[in-house]
Nanobody, 127 residues
Framework: QVQLVESGGGLVQAGGSLRVSCAAS????????MSWFRQVPEKERQLVAGISRSGAIIKYADAVKGRFTISRGSNQNTVFLQMNDLKPEDTAVYYCAADSDAGDSEVYRDFGFYAYWGQGTQVVVSS
């Protein structure tokens, strides 16, 4: 079973920056589609950013374009989300998600397509 372990997150003032990391381990035989979702109470998880298995396709939510950057580490199944110019509306639990069956250039926006999930990390942005 593939496991995703997240780190980072925490409390930051509006305008500040945070970086969250996600490392995949287990029976992994090729690069994974890896994405970050976020969820607030009573709402569905929403895609924040995703990077395709090939790395050629990156997608962002409109709300974070120009402020957040997703990237892979030297270990291709580690992914980072650099969050700059944070706003109170970015407050959420951030989840790492991965899938091994996606096409090389696919990034799913629907959380239902992802087979593997991290435990979530809280990000709180104070005004």
């Amino acid at each position: 079973q593939v496991q995703l372990v997240e780190s980072g997150g925490g409390l930051v003032q509006a305008g500040g920056s945070l970086r969250v990391s996600c490392a995949a381990s287990g029976p992994i035989f090729h690069n994974l589609l890896m994405s970050w979702f976020r969820q607030v109470p009573e709402k569905e998880r929403q895609l924040v950013a995703g990077i395709s298995r090939s790395g050629a396709i990156i997608k962002y939510a409109d709300a974070v374009k120009g402020r957040f950057t997703i990237s892979r580490g030297s270990n291709q199944n580690t992914v980072f989300l650099q969050m700059n110019d944070l706003k109170p509306e970015d407050t959420a639990v951030y989840y790492c998600a991965a899938d091994s069956d996606a096409g090389d250039s696919e990034v799913y926006r629907d959380f239902g397509f992802y087979a593997y999930w991290g435990q979530g990390t809280q990000v709180v942005v104070s005004s």
